[in-house]
């Protein structure tokens, strides 16, 4: 069963940083582009990140690049977000994703979430 287990959000001060963690198992982690979006409130989902299964590319959303890095860690299945810099319009419910092939189809799996709340 694949689970995906998000943490390390919280409130924090405009200006500050944060760093998140997506724990995933229940399928080979090491082969699969890991994702993060998120979901501010009363808007839809919104893609911020993506990187290759080996970490040797990372992709970031344009309100986030020079922002926000991206990395994986193969090794203990993790893969973490440091947002910097952060702004009132980044409070959101950022989640980590992951589409895995299983008997021939593509399924989407989306952890629980965690909350980013960016306010003075």
């Known amino acids: 069963e694949v689970q995906l287990a998000e943490s390390g959000g919280g409130l924090v001060q405009p200006g500050g940083s944060l760093r998140l963690s997506c724990a995933a198992s229940g399928f080979t982690f090491s082969s699969y582009v890991m994702s993060w979006v998120r979901q501010a409130p009363g808007k839809g989902l919104e893609w911020v990140s993506h990187i290759n299964y080996d970490g040797g590319r990372t992709f970031y959303a344009d309100a986030l690049r020079g922002r926000c890095t991206i990395s994986r860690d193969n090794a203990k299945n993790t893969v973490n977000l440091q947002i910097d810099s952060l702004k009132p319009e980044d409070t959101a419910v950022y989640y980590c994703?992951?589409?895995?092939?299983?008997?021939?189809?593509?399924?989407?799996?989306w952890g629980q979430g965690t909350q980013v709340t960016v306010s003075s």
């Open positions: 994703h992951v589409v895995v092939a299983e008997n021939g189809h593509y399924k989407h799996y």
